[in-house]
Structures are given as structure tokens and as C-alpha cells.
């Protein structure tokens, strides 16, 4: 960083135009006496140098609202000129450190409101350079400075280790609660039937069932086969989801609401500048971990990788607070949850640079090149310890990892791209029904009942699962059963081949279907179907839920029997053009497990309109970069089939459902409206403001109680209009008590000077001096701005307001929430469904 | 409040099945077919689809054919090892039974802990904080004292510890009213 950004030639002093305050000849409050700064970012003549070496200085005491970019250093100057008079003794007075002084809760914001980035920015910029200026003291303040400097990475590194260590709990407990609804392995309680048969002698075991394994038939004294076994394994297996599920929900309700749902949508809106208080805390981590567990183990259709997302989000968050420089500043902590949001995915899929993809493509707002590198390191440290603690077994931190060596032929890109229109199609379909099923949640009775929904949701879908082996299944293994290869060591129907194995010169691979296959084409499409609408019913149910786990089993599933279909026509017309040359010589040509994993690509892609970190995510899934090609032609064809058939993705639609003030920088505003028909007020209204040196404290709160704006325009009076800056209602709140608290002599005739002639009037009671919280370099447009600008600004700056003037004097105010309102207007929307405040 | 009796009994849980570890962390799992689907060309379907499981616990050098299954099943294969052993899929794979086994239990606990926290909220909280109610209704913005963390420590340095749970307690079940209100009730957010 520059340390002289704003140093010129011309004048001496004052080069930091907003920081500069000149101070009247009023020093009565007893803060401001001695206010000569010594940072090196202003350019002071020697005598001030000298005398800021002999004075305490005084950081702290001016929030500065430094904007780098904004104004060009001349227009500066000559601002500070106008100011600086003459004389040296005239304080330069700013800060950005929170000083002691400081007024607690500044630089914070209420729930449900936007964050301005560029102010927050600026506030980080300054405590930087304070620290750096510190830093020459003393020894203590150097290494203040070096554990400053390191400070995000030591965070990103916390948050990777946390972030693992959650996610093999996760893993773990659910693999093992899963289990527990087909049986227990009494010798050691906490192990599921796969950990239970690891070191079994036998030689021979029906799908996985050993005699270490008791099934709930078996325990309860019936044979293992037989009606009555099946009878009691099917009750079980309905108690056991029933379990889970009411326990989950009624956790969800009682302590953390916040938990549920995916929390993909949220996290987006939260970093692109939203606050919900709450969403990222600590009883939210705890609930929607213990939840997420109970959920996914209650064989409901849905998956641990999205709140996966969430409760990285969360550990980011609460882990952030524990170096002031993230945990104070909303916009840099936004770096964190970025970071921690690709550790999420990182552990969810196992995929490191996948998880940083998802967080540049799909979460993230802001996202500057260092965030990428402290994603990147996140990402890396959280896969690495989830990879230590190994929760599958199989040296991989996702159950259905697969490795893949087989070549692929150029004529299997024409199905590939086919099972790329149909993810697409499927996809339309889940989001649709999706959306239509949730705003009937929302504005029906149905939303009353959340709990018996999740009950009833999870009867249906335990009912209905449980004779169809692929539904009982825990998904990831369906997931990895479809994947797979037919080997040896696969010996479920769907390897149901009639493979020759005594001829060794032969490939096995190669062979006609036996019924089995047949058979469990026709469960896996009766599972397709479920699958569809049972997920439609469950992404939304008040519990802990994510969908990238149900997408990629119906992709896997449409895949798969694709595969097979184009398995059987290579095997039984080899000799036809297209195969010939490949598949001729006997060796195996078509892989259905490919298949699935394409279509799995293509679903997703569907559902969430990723692209990029869709397909790094799943090659980094089969360990073999040889399928990028098929992987995105899918992707590309099931993302362009989605936004033909509908505009939005999932987690779009969920934020338009629920009204989160996102303003998507993916949109293009192509409206002709200019700033003057957003602005506020309307005509015949008045605009509310404040002047800089002439209103009274009782004046400010009376004008606090009977408007309700966030924020208030400061002009030098109320007859010019002329714009001096900008304060915030929460701050000006805050000064006011704060000022009442701890200074002598402010009462409700004292006059709230922001910035001004220095000409305080005289009296008894003292002025109130708020420069401190004065913004005095708001953005502003004029009213012939067109709104494509305006829009592009709040995009790009990420602003909160912005002020529109009129042949130079203010006019108006466009707010977030006008710009968020006037977007959905124009897009014939509902306006009013725009969740802020 | 309740961590040390966490703590305690989390000691005790693992103190009595530390002693009872028989499973082994490592393993070679081969995977083949039966024999008799390999030598005899006119085997029966059925037990054609038999596979053989064979797990060992050998280096992971040992983890073949020659390692594994030829020791367990010679005289069957003899001498036909070179049309079997490639039939046959080995692999090594290790887990820790430890980690898994701490791992179930905190889950279970915590959900236990969770279940209980929840009861109590449910049935004995409604008594017991009747009349502790009206002190707090003052604090109605939550969001400040949230944020601040001021006034809050200056409260417990006023009264004891357990006044400052309390406070911190009572803080925490308005939000989560507040939450509850905008999902369940008004449907603003997460639906």
C-alpha cells in the first residue's frame, strides 16, 4: 500500500482532504484540546511535526471517511484550502483506530440493514496506517503490527481447521446414525455396518450384513430374511426417520431457527452487504450441525453440502471476532466468510479448488485477489484435516469418491450433451415446483405447522423409500453405487452382467445385461421419480437441508441409465460406424458409471447454474482430469436448456422468493428511468436534513422522532442547500447518548455543529461537535443520471446511498432499497416483498 | 453451566470403553469371484454372482492375490492362481476406531445434553421465570447491547455470575423469539 496516496506538491498541508477538520477556537469539550495528529499520511509542515512530537496525540477522535479514488487530489486541495486558513495551530484531527474514546457501537449496523463497503473500506485503510505509523515506536507496537498483518491468514487458517474438524464430525455421526435405523453392531455401539463388518472373517456376506451386524429383525430374535424380519425392519426404519426428524425440527425450533434450510441464498445476500444478526452465531453453528446430522440420517431427501456452506459461514464468523480487525469491520469480514465458504464445499466434496470456484462463482460479492489466496489456503487446510481424520475409511473425505482411467470415444459427447438437456429439463422442473410449493408454504396455513410438515415429509418419503432398495439407501452411497464401475467387487443387480470369467485374454468388462440390469433400471427410474418429488416436498421443511446431494443422485440415476442404454447398443452393434475402431476390438468402450457422473453434472448445473467450479468440483471428485470435455459440454448444455426454460437458478429464486435485497451483478438493468424518478422524496414532499452548524440537539431528535430515514443529508443551510455530507441515524443516535453520557454541559439547546464556519455561537452551552461522524464524501449523482449508472454503481461500489443533486444543490436520496424496489418494479415484480429496513 | 458435569461424564464414558477396543484399524479386503465361476465354464448363474470376501490384516505390500488369498484358499486355487488371482480386486484401507468412536458418543451426548436443555425449557422454565420476568422487559434493544458488549459486562460486574447468565440467557431467548417470529410466524425469511 502507498504511503503517501494523496500526497501532492501544491499546498503543505492538509493533503488528506476529508481529515482535515479545522477546529474552532471552541475546544470546550474537553476531548478535542489537543487533536495535532502525527500520522504520516498528512504532509505537515515542520513546526506541526515538532509539535505533534510533544503533544498526545489523538487518534481516535475522527471517524474519517477516506474514499480513495473519489475526488481527484486537486479538487481537494482546493477544498482544504477554503478550510485551512492560516494558522498551524489549527487542529488535523482524524482517526479510523477505534481509540479509546471512540463511541462505542459506531461502525456497526442494525439488523437487516445493508453495509456501505466503501465506508468500511476506508475505516480499515485508516487503522492500517495507523498501525503502520505505530509500528517505528516501540517494539510492542511492531509486533501489534506483524500480528495485525497476519491476522487474516492465522483466521483463514483457524476457520480451515475448525471447518474440517466440524465436517468429520458430521461425516461420522451421520454414517453412523444412518445405520442406526437398520441395526446396531452390539459389540462396539458407535460403529455403522460398514466399520462394524471391517475386519469380519467371513467370506461370503449379503449386502453388507455380517454376523457382527444384528439388523432390528435379528435383534429382536427374528431370522435375518423372512416377512416378519422385513416387517420389523420396515417399522424400524420409519420409527428411527421419525426420530430423527422430530428431534431435528423441534431442536431447529426451539433453540436456533435460523438453522434451517440451506442457507446457500442467505449466505450470498449476507455477502453481498446484508446483516441478519444471528444467522452466522453460535447457537446457529451448534443446532445446525447437531441438526444436520439428525436430518441427513433421517433418510430424507436431502444432503450436508450446503449447510455445510452455512456452518463454515459460521465458524468464519465467530472465529473472526476473535481478531478485531475482521471482527469489527463488516466489509472485511466478509473476506473471512468468503474464505470460509469455499473451506465449506472444500470439505463437502473434497474438492479444494472447487470449493474456491463455488465461493468466486456462485457466493461471493466482493472478491479481490487476495480473498482468492486466503480462500485457497482455507480451502487447502480444511480438506487436509478432514482428509487426516478420514471419516469414510477410504482415504478420501467424500463417501462417493471414484477413479476413473477409462477413455471416452467422440461419439459419446452426443449423449453427453443429451444428458446435459435433460439435467436442464429436470432441473426446470425441481425449480419450479420448488418455488411454487415454498409460496404455498409461505402464504398458506401450511407454514403454520412446521413440525408436523417435517413429520409428514418424513412419513411419505420413509414409507415410500424403504422397499425400493436404491431409495433406502443412504443417498451418497447411491450416489457411489452409481458412479462406480461394474467390477468385481461390485455386487449389487445393477453389475448384474453375464460376464465370462474364466477366458483371462477377454475383458470381463464387456457383456450382455442379465435381467438384474433390467430390473434395476426399473427401480432406478421408479427412484428417479421419487426422488424428484420427494426433494420438491423436502428442500424448504424447516430442518437442516441441503440439495446438491439429492440433484446429483437424479442426475446420477437419469445418467446411469443412459450409460446403460448406450452400453448395450455398443455391445450389440459394435460393428456400426460410430463404435467402430473403439469398441470392435472387445475391450470396453461405454462406461455407465461415466454416465452418471455426467448426468450428476448436468442436474446440479441445472439446479444451481454453476459452471466452472461445477466441473472442477466434479473431476476433482474422480481424481482424473480425462473428463473435463464431457463434464462441460453437460454443463454447459443443462445451463443453457435452464435458462431458456426459466431465468434463475435455485438459490436466485429462494432470494427472490424471500425478498433478500440482493442486487444480482449477473442482471443487466435495461431500463431508461434516470435518478430523478427513484430518488426520494417524491415531489410535494420535503427532504430531511440537517444543517451543519445552526440546529440545536433537541432540534436533531425531534427530527430523528418524526422521520424514519437511515440516514440524513448535512447542508450548509437549509435555504442554499448546498451538500456538506452525510450521516447515519444509528450513528447520530449513538453520538447524541454518547455526548449526553460523558460531556459537560450538552443539553437540548446546544448546537450540533458537523462541520462549519467556526463560528460557534457563544453561550453557556457548548456546542456538540459531530464531525466525527460525518461522511463528508457521500457520492453523489445528478438527477439526469440514468439509472443503468446508478444501478451500476450501487454494484460495483457496493453503496448504501447515494445523493442526487441539482445544479449543485442536493435534491434527493436513492437508497439501496429504492434502487432494490424500483429493479423489481421494472421487472413487474412486487416491490414491497424487498425484506429490508 | 453444564460443562463440568460434560466433562465428567464424558471422562467416565470413555474410561469404560477405552478397555474394550478388539477391532483393527487396518485391513486388505480382496473382492472375487468364486472359484467355481472361474474354472468351471458350465457353472449355474446362481452361484456365479457369489463373491468372496477376504480380509487380512497384512502390510499393505502384502495386500495381493499372493499375500492374501493364495494363504487363505490354496488348495482350491492350486495351480490355477494365474486365471484366478487377476479376478481378484484388493484393496488396503485403514480408518481410526478411536476418533470414531469419540465422535459417537459426543454426538450422542450433545444431543442428549441438547434434549434435556430443551424439556427443561419447555416444561420447568415457564415457572421458574415468572417472577424474574419484569426486570428485563426494559432492555428492549437487543441489537445494541449485542453489539456492544458494554453494557452487558458492566451489568454482570453489578451482580454475580449467575446474574450474568441469566442476563445472557434472557438475551439469547429473545432473539431466538425474534427469529422464531420471522420464520414461523411472519414468513419473511428462509422459506
Same mark, same amino acid.
Given at each position: 500500500?502507498?504511503?503517501?496516496?494523496?500526497?501532492?506538491?501544491?499546498?503543505?498541508?492538509?493533503?488528506?482532504?476529508?481529515?482535515?477538520?479545522?477546529?474552532?477556537?471552541?475546544?470546550?469539550?474537553?476531548?478535542?484540546?489537543?487533536?495535532?495528529?502525527?500520522?504520516?499520511?498528512?504532509?505537515?509542515?515542520?513546526?506541526?511535526?515538532?509539535?505533534?512530537?510533544?503533544?498526545?496525540?489523538?487518534?481516535?477522535?475522527?471517524?474519517?471517511?477516506?474514499?480513495?479514488?473519489?475526488?481527484?487530489?486537486?479538487?481537494?486541495?482546493?477544498?482544504?484550502?477554503?478550510?485551512?486558513?492560516?494558522?498551524?495551530?489549527?487542529?488535523?484531527?482524524?482517526?479510523?483506530?477505534?481509540?479509546?474514546?471512540?463511541?462505542?457501537?459506531?461502525?456497526?449496523?442494525?439488523?437487516?440493514?445493508?453495509?456501505?463497503?466503501?465506508?468500511?473500506?476506508?475505516?480499515?485503510?485508516?487503522?492500517?496506517?495507523?498501525?503502520?505509523?505505530?509500528?517505528?515506536?516501540?517494539?510492542?507496537?511492531?509486533?501489534?503490527?506483524?500480528?495485525?498483518?497476519?491476522?487474516?491468514?492465522?483466521?483463514?487458517?483457524?476457520?480451515?481447521?475448525?471447518?474440517?474438524?466440524?465436517?468429520?464430525?458430521?461425516?461420522?455421526?451421520?454414517?453412523?446414525?444412518?445405520?442406526?435405523?437398520?441395526?446396531?453392531?452390539?459389540?462396539?455401539?458407535?460403529?455403522?455396518?460398514?466399520?462394524?463388518?471391517?475386519?469380519?472373517?467371513?467370506?461370503?456376506?449379503?449386502?453388507?450384513?455380517?454376523?457382527?451386524?444384528?439388523?432390528?429383525?435379528?435383534?429382536?430374535?427374528?431370522?435375518?430374511?423372512?416377512?416378519?424380519?422385513?416387517?420389523?425392519?420396515?417399522?424400524?426404519?420409519?420409527?428411527?426417520?421419525?426420530?430423527?426428524?422430530?428431534?431435528?425440527?423441534?431442536?431447529?425450533?426451539?433453540?436456533?431457527?435460523?438453522?434451517?434450510?440451506?442457507?446457500?441464498?442467505?449466505?450470498?445476500?449476507?455477502?453481498?452487504?446484508?446483516?441478519?444478526?444471528?444467522?452466522?452465531?453460535?447457537?446457529?453453528?451448534?443446532?445446525?450441525?447437531?441438526?444436520?446430522?439428525?436430518?441427513?440420517?433421517?433418510?430424507?431427501?436431502?444432503?450436508?453440502?450446503?449447510?455445510?456452506?452455512?456452518?463454515?459461514?459460521?465458524? !468464519?464468523?465467530?472465529?473472526?471476532?476473535?481478531?478485531?480487525?475482521?471482527?469489527?469491520?463488516?466489509?472485511?469480514?466478509?473476506?473471512?466468510?468468503?474464505?470460509?465458504?469455499?473451506?465449506?464445499?472444500?470439505?463437502?466434496?473434497?474438492?479444494?479448488?472447487?470449493?474456491?470456484?463455488?465461493? #468466486?462463482?456462485?457466493?461471493?460479492?466482493?472478491?479481490?485477489?487476495?480473498?482468492?489466496?486466503?480462500?485457497?489456503?482455507?480451502?487447502?487446510?480444511?480438506?487436509?484435516?478432514?482428509?487426516?481424520?478420514?471419516?469414510?475409511?477410504?482415504?478420501?473425505?467424500?463417501?462417493?469418491?471414484?477413479?476413473?482411467?477409462?477413455?471416452?470415444?467422440?461419439?459419446?459427447?452426443?449423449?453427453?450433451?443429451?444428458? !446435459?438437456?435433460?439435467?436442464?429439463?429436470?432441473?426446470?422442473?425441481?425449480?419450479?415446483?420448488?418455488?411454487?410449493?415454498?409460496?404455498?408454504?409461505?402464504?398458506?396455513?401450511? !407454514?403454520?405447522?412446521?413440525?408436523?410438515?417435517?413429520?409428514?415429509?418424513? #412419513?411419505?418419503?420413509?414409507?415410500?423409500?424403504?422397499?425400493?432398495?436404491?431409495?433406502?439407501?443412504?443417498?451418497?452411497?447411491?450416489?457411489?453405487?452409481?458412479?462406480?464401475?461394474?467390477?468385481?467387487?461390485?455386487?449389487?443387480?445393477?453389475?448384474?452382467?453375464?460376464?465370462?470369467?474364466?477366458?483371462?485374454?477377454?475383458?470381463?468388462?464387456?457383456?450382455?445385461?442379465?435381467?438384474?440390469?433390467?430390473?434395476?433400471?426399473?427401480?432406478?427410474?421408479?427412484?428417479?421419480?421419487?426422488?424428484?418429488?420427494?426433494?420438491?416436498?423436502?428442500?424448504?421443511?424447516?430442518?437442516?437441508?441441503?440439495?446438491?446431494?439429492?440433484?446429483?443422485?437424479?442426475?446420477?440415476?437419469?445418467?446411469?441409465?443412459?450409460?446403460?442404454?448406450?452400453?448395450?447398443?455398443?455391445?450389440?452393434?459394435?460393428?456400426?460406424?460410430?463404435?467402430?475402431?473403439?469398441?470392435?476390438?472387445?475391450?470396453?468402450?461405454?462406461?455407465?458409471?461415466?454416465?452418471?457422473?455426467?448426468?450428476?453434472?448436468?442436474?446440479?448445473?441445472?439446479?444451481?447454474?454453476?459452471?466452472?467450479?461445477?466441473?472442477?468440483?466434479?473431476?476433482?471428485?474422480?481424481?482424473?482430469?480425462?473428463?473435463?470435455?464431457?463434464?462441460?459440454?453437460?454443463?454447459?448444455?443443462?445451463?443453457?436448456?435452464?435458462?431458456?426454460?426459466?431465468?434463475?437458478?435455485?438459490?436466485?429464486?429462494?432470494?427472490?422468493?424471500?425478498?433478500?435485497?440482493?442486487?444480482?451483478?449477473?442482471?443487466?438493468?435495461?431500463?431508461?428511468?434516470?435518478?430523478?424518478?427513484?430518488?426520494?422524496?417524491?415531489?410535494?414532499?420535503?427532504?430531511?436534513?440537517?444543517?451543519?452548524?445552526?440546529?440545536?440537539?433537541?432540534?436533531?431528535?425531534?427530527?430523528?422522532?418524526?422521520?424514519?430515514?437511515?440516514?440524513?443529508?448535512?447542508?450548509?443551510?437549509?435555504?442554499?442547500?448546498?451538500?456538506?455530507?452525510?450521516?447515519?441515524?444509528?450513528?447520530?443516535?449513538?453520538?447524541?447518548?454518547?455526548?449526553?453520557?460523558?460531556?459537560?454541559?450538552?443539553?437540548?439547546?446546544?448546537?450540533?455543529?458537523?462541520?462549519?464556519?467556526?463560528?460557534?455561537?457563544?453561550?453557556?452551552?457548548?456546542?456538540?461537535?459531530?464531525?466525527?461522524?460525518?461522511?463528508?464524501?457521500?457520492?453523489?449523482?445528478?438527477?439526469?443520471?440514468?439509472?443503468?449508472?446508478?444501478?451500476?454503481?450501487?454494484?460495483?461500489?457496493?453503496?448504501?446511498?447515494?445523493?442526487?443533486?441539482?445544479?449543485?444543490?442536493?435534491?434527493?436520496?436513492?437508497?439501496?432499497?429504492?434502487?432494490?424496489?424500483?429493479?423489481?418494479?421494472?421487472?413487474?415484480?412486487?416491490?414491497?416483498?424487498?425484506?429490508?429496513? | 453451566?453444564?460443562? %463440568?458435569?460434560?466433562?465428567?461424564?464424558?471422562?467416565?464414558?470413555?474410561?469404560?470403553?477405552?478397555?474394550?477396543?478388539?477391532?483393527?484399524?487396518?485391513?486388505? %479386503?480382496?473382492?472375487?469371484?468364486?472359484?467355481?465361476?472361474?474354472?468351471?465354464?458350465?457353472?449355474?448363474?446362481?452361484?456365479?454372482?457369489?463373491?468372496?470376501?477376504?480380509?487380512?490384516?497384512?502390510?499393505?505390500?502384502?495386500?495381493?492375490?499372493?499375500?492374501?488369498?493364495?494363504?487363505?484358499?490354496?488348495?482350491?486355487?492350486?495351480?490355477?492362481?494365474?486365471?484366478?488371482?487377476?479376478?481378484?480386486?484388493?484393496?488396503?484401507?485403514?480408518?481410526?476406531?478411536?476418533?470414531?468412536?469419540?465422535?459417537?458418543?459426543?454426538?450422542?451426548?450433545?444431543?442428549?445434553?441438547?434434549?434435556?436443555?430443551?424439556?427443561?425449557?419447555?416444561?420447568?422454565?415457564?415457572?421458574?421465570?415468572?417472577?424474574?420476568?419484569?426486570?428485563?422487559?426494559?432492555?428492549?434493544?437487543?441489537?445494541?447491547?449485542?453489539?456492544?458488549?458494554?453494557?452487558?459486562?458492566?451489568?454482570?460486574?453489578?451482580?454475580?455470575?449467575?446474574?450474568?447468565?441469566?442476563?445472557?440467557?434472557?438475551?439469547?431467548?429473545?432473539?431466538?423469539?425474534?427469529?422464531?417470529?420471522?420464520?414461523?410466524?411472519?414468513?419473511?425469511?428462509?422459506?
Amino acid at each position: 500500500m502507498e504511503r503517501f496516496p494523496l500526497k501532492s506538491s501544491a499546498p503543505k498541508m492538509g493533503t488528506t482532504y476529508q481529515s482535515v477538520y479545522k477546529k474552532g477556537g471552541n475546544a470546550s469539550n474537553g476531548r478535542n484540546v489537543h487533536s495535532t495528529s502525527e500520522d504520516d499520511m498528512v504532509d505537515i509542515t515542520p513546526g506541526l511535526q515538532q509539535a505533534a512530537e510533544t503533544t498526545p496525540t489523538n487518534h481516535g477522535t475522527f471517524q474519517l471517511y477516506e474514499h480513495a479514488g473519489r475526488n481527484s487530489a486537486a479538487s481537494a486541495n482546493s477544498y482544504i484550502a477554503q478550510y485551512f486558513s492560516s494558522s498551524v495551530g489549527d487542529a488535523v484531527i482524524f482517526s479510523g483506530m477505534q481509540g479509546d474514546d471512540d463511541i462505542p457501537g459506531i461502525g456497526q449496523y442494525d439488523d437487516f440493514h445493508t453495509i456501505d463497503w466503501q465506508r468500511d473500506i476506508a475505516r480499515d485503510r485508516m487503522r492500517h496506517r495507523y498501525i503502520v505509523k505505530k509500528r517505528q515506536d516501540s517494539l510492542w507496537d511492531l509486533i501489534k503490527g506483524a500480528h495485525d498483518a497476519w491476522s487474516g491468514w492465522v483466521c483463514v487458517l483457524l476457520v480451515g481447521v475448525c471447518t474440517g474438524v466440524v465436517a468429520g464430525v458430521i461425516d461420522i455421526g451421520a454414517s453412523w446414525m444412518t445405520d442406526l435405523k437398520f441395526g446396531i453392531c452390539p459389540q462396539a455401539f458407535w460403529f455403522n455396518r460398514e466399520q462394524c463388518c471391517w475386519s469380519s472373517n467371513e467370506t461370503t456376506f449379503d449386502h453388507g450384513n455380517c454376523s457382527q451386524w444384528m439388523t432390528w429383525a435379528q435383534v429382536f430374535g427374528e431370522s435375518r430374511d423372512g416377512a416378519g424380519a422385513y416387517i420389523i425392519s420396515y417399522l424400524f426404519y420409519i420409527v428411527w426417520a421419525l426420530i430423527f426428524a422430530a428431534l431435528s425440527a423441534s431442536l431447529v425450533r426451539m433453540f436456533a431457527p435460523y438453522a434451517c434450510g440451506s442457507g446457500i441464498p442467505e449466505i450470498k445476500t449476507i455477502l453481498s452487504g446484508f446483516i441478519i444478526r444471528g444467522y452466522l452465531g453460535k447457537w446457529t453453528l451448534i443446532i445446525k450441525v447437531v441438526g444436520l446430522i439428525l436430518s441427513v440420517s433421517s433418510g430424507l431427501s436431502l444432503g450436508k453440502e450446503g449447510p455445510m456452506v452455512h456452518i463454515a459461514s459460521c465458524l !468464519g464468523n465467530i472465529l473472526s471476532y476473535l481478531f478485531p480487525k475482521y471482527g469489527r469491520n463488516e466489509a472485511k469480514k466478509r473476506e473471512i466468510l468468503s474464505a470460509a465458504a469455499a473451506a465449506g464445499v472444500s470439505v463437502a466434496f473434497g474438492a479444494p479448488i472447487g470449493g474456491v470456484l463455488f465461493s #468466486l462463482e456462485e457466493v461471493s460479492y466482493y472478491f479481490p485477489l487476495k480473498t482468492l489466496w486466503r480462500s485457497f489456503f482455507c480451502a487447502l487446510i480444511a480438506a487436509f484435516i478432514l482428509r487426516s481424520i478420514n471419516p469414510f475409511g477410504n482415504e478420501h473425505s467424500v463417501l462417493f469418491f471414484v477413479e476413473y482411467n477409462k477413455p471416452w470415444i467422440f461419439f459419446e459427447l452426443i449423449p453427453f450433451v443429451g444428458l !446435459g438437456i435433460i439435467g436442464g429439463c429436470i432441473a426446470t422442473i425441481f425449480i419450479k415446483a420448488n418455488i411454487w410449493w415454498c409460496r404455498y408454504r409461505k402464504y398458506s396455513k401450511l !407454514g403454520q405447522y412446521p413440525v408436523t410438515e417435517v413429520l409428514v415429509v418424513t #412419513l411419505v418419503t420413509a414409507i415410500v423409500a424403504y422397499p425400493n432398495p436404491y431409495t433406502r439407501m443412504n443417498t451418497s452411497q447411491l450416489i457411489y453405487l452409481l458412479f462406480n464401475q461394474c467390477g468385481i467387487s461390485n455386487s449389487d443387480p445393477l453389475c448384474d452382467y453375464d460376464r465370462n470369467f474364466t477366458d483371462v485374454s477377454s475383458a470381463i468388462m464387456r457383456a450382455p445385461a442379465k435381467p438384474g440390469v433390467y430390473n434395476a433400471i426399473g427401480l432406478l427410474f421408479l427412484a428417479l421419480i421419487l426422488k424428484l418429488v420427494m426433494t420438491v416436498f423436502t428442500f424448504g421443511i424447516k430442518v437442516p437441508c441441503g440439495l446438491f446431494i439429492p440433484s446429483l443422485a437424479l442426475g446420477a440415476i437419469a445418467g446411469r441409465i443412459v450409460g446403460i442404454g448406450v452400453e448395450q447398443l455398443a455391445f450389440h452393434h459394435s460393428k456400426i460406424w460410430i463404435f467402430s475402431g473403439e469398441c470392435s476390438t472387445g475391450d470396453d468402450c461405454i462406461t455407465p458409471g461415466l454416465y452418471a457422473m455426467v448426468g450428476a453434472a448436468a442436474v446440479l448445473g441445472g439446479v444451481t447454474r454453476m459452471t466452472v467450479s461445477l466441473v472442477v468440483i466434479m473431476f476433482e471428485l474422480t481424481g482424473g482430469v480425462r473428463y473435463i470435455v464431457p463434464l462441460m459440454a453437460a454443463a454447459m448444455a443443462s445451463k443453457w436448456v435452464g435458462d431458456a426454460l426459466g431465468r434463475q437458478g435455485i438459490y436466485d429464486a429462494h432470494i427472490a422468493l424471500n425478498g433478500y435485497p440482493f442486487l444480482d451483478s449477473k442482471d443487466e438493468f435495461q431500463h431508461t428511468s434516470l435518478a430523478a424518478d427513484v430518488m426520494q422524496p417524491k415531489r410535494n414532499d420535503t427532504l430531511a436534513v440537517i444543517t451543519q452548524d445552526s440546529m440545536t440537539v433537541d432540534d436533531v431528535e425531534t427530527l430523528l422522532k418524526e422521520t424514519e430515514h437511515n440516514g440524513y443529508p448535512v447542508v450548509v443551510s437549509k435555504e442554499s442547500q448546498y451538500l456538506v455530507g452525510f450521516v447515519l441515524r444509528r450513528d447520530l443516535n449513538l453520538a447524541i447518548a454518547n455526548a449526553r453520557r460523558t460531556m459537560e454541559g450538552i443539553t437540548g439547546q446546544s448546537v450540533v455543529v458537523f462541520a462549519g464556519s467556526g463560528h460557534p455561537p457563544p453561550g453557556p452551552p457548548p456546542c456538540l461537535p459531530l464531525n466525527r461522524i460525518l461522511d463528508m464524501a457521500p457520492i453523489t449523482v445528478t438527477d439526469q443520471t440514468p439509472m443503468e449508472t446508478v444501478v451500476d454503481m450501487f454494484r460495483k461500489l457496493g453503496l448504501r446511498q447515494t445523493l442526487v443533486t441539482h445544479n449543485g444543490r442536493l435534491l434527493g436520496v436513492i437508497t439501496k432499497k429504492d434502487v432494490l424496489r424500483h429493479v423489481k418494479q421494472m421487472d413487474n415484480e412486487d416491490p414491497s416483498s424487498v425484506l429490508f429496513n | 453451566m453444564y460443562s %463440568k458435569y460434560v466433562i465428567v461424564v464424558l471422562v467416565a464414558t470413555f474410561a469404560a470403553f477405552a478397555s474394550g477396543q478388539s477391532y483393527e484399524d487396518k485391513r486388505c %479386503k480382496c473382492v472375487c469371484p468364486s472359484p467355481a465361476a472361474v474354472f468351471n465354464k458350465t457353472v449355474a448363474d446362481k452361484t456365479a454372482d457369489h463373491r468372496r470376501h477376504y480380509i487380512a490384516n497384512v502390510p499393505p505390500n502384502k495386500c495381493n492375490c499372493a499375500g492374501v488369498i493364495i494363504p487363505r484358499d490354496g488348495p482350491e486355487i492350486l495351480g490355477r492362481e494365474q486365471e484366478f488371482c487377476p479376478r481378484c480386486e484388493c484393496k488396503y484401507e485403514n480408518r481410526n476406531t478411536t476418533i470414531i468412536k469419540v465422535v459417537v458418543i459426543i454426538v450422542i451426548w450433545v444431543i442428549m445434553l441438547l434434549v434435556v436443555y430443551m424439556g427443561f425449557l419447555i416444561c420447568l422454565d415457564p415457572l421458574i421465570n415468572k417472577r424474574a420476568k419484569a426486570s428485563y422487559q426494559e432492555h428492549t434493544n437487543e441489537d445494541d447491547e449485542s453489539t456492544l458488549g458494554g453494557p452487558s459486562t458492566q451489568m454482570g460486574a453489578r451482580g454475580n455470575v449467575l446474574n450474568r447468565v441469566t442476563h445472557q440467557q434472557d438475551k439469547w431467548k429473545r432473539q431466538v423469539r425474534e427469529q422464531r417470529r420471522n420464520i414461523y410466524d411472519r414468513h419473511t425469511m428462509l422459506n
